[in-house]
């Protein structure tokens, strides 16, 4: 159960971060408003960052059920804990949008296109193609998950030249900010085809939460997209563990 519960954490804390960089940029009378893109991808990727500090060493912060299918289609996970992690992750992604809806409660009715609301809470496609959008959620997920493998694998190389072992410095202290880091740069320069959902719960749980929070002036939920951001990350995130395992080795 502790595993599960720092899962959730760990997935609320990162929704509340990254959509809530994103509600500040694009809702009217923020602070943050028009901030644009370079702010947003940031706000992710210390999300991820902070995220994975809080619950790493819990659970190992995966935070998102590309990464938990893709570390398992490797061996680097136990398949039984799957389905727990994607519960675990999909109710903290949904649990992390509420809170992003009540923390800018003022601001939704202030705000009058609908198309901004929805955009705090799930990604859309910047030129709306199936195949195209797909290929892309697929590139940008194996990248994720070929960046986080090869982080996670310095951890085991790393010793002073008394042979003392600092790997545990590195895992717990270096590599959950690097992991933070790869999400920005993801985000950078794979994020402009369809705003890099990367991560199915990110998504689809404050997709739902969206279709059933009372916001003023929203619109629909945009579910005929809605299956891309779930299903070509979960696909990227298997090629991208079985990539980096035939091409580079644990």
Not at 68 to 95: E, N
């Amino acid at each position: 159960m502790e595993l599960y519960i720092a899962e959730f954490v760990g997935t609320m804390i990162l929704v509340l971060l990254g959509d809530g960089v994103v509600a500040g940029v694009l809702l009217r009378r923020s602070k943050a408003e028009n901030a644009g893109w370079i702010v947003i991808t940031f706000g992710w990727g210390m999300a991820v960052a902070i995220a994975v500090y809080t619950v790493g060493r819990i659970s190992g912060a995966h935070i998102n059920p590309a990464v938990t299918l893709g570390l398992a289609s490797v061996g680097a996970h136990d398949w039984a804990l799957v389905p727990g992690y994607w519960i675990a992750q999909m109710l903290g992604a949904f649990t992390g949008a509420v809170l992003v809806f009540l923390h800018y409660l003022p601001h939704w009715r202030e705000t009058e296109d609908p198309d901004l609301k929805l955009a705090v809470f799930s990604t859309g496609p910047a030129i709306r193609n199936p195949v195209t959008n797909f290929v892309a959620e697929v590139i940008g997920t194996a990248m994720l998950l070929f960046g986080v493998l090869g982080i996670s694998a310095n951890a085991t190389e790393i010793e002073t030249a008394a042979d003392v072992d600092l790997s545990v410095v590195f895992a717990t202290g270096i590599a959950p900010l690097l992991v933070g880091l790869l999400v920005l740069v993801i985000g950078l320069s794979l994020g402009g085809p369809t705003g890099y959902a990367i991560n199915p719960a990110r998504d689809l749980g404050p997709r739902i939460a969206h279709a059933i929070l009372p916001i003023p002036g929203k619109g629909g939920s945009d579910w005929g997209y809605s299956w891309i951001p779930v299903v070509a990350p979960l696909v990227g995130g298997v090629i991208g563990a079985v990539l980096f395992e035939l091409l580079i080795g644990s």
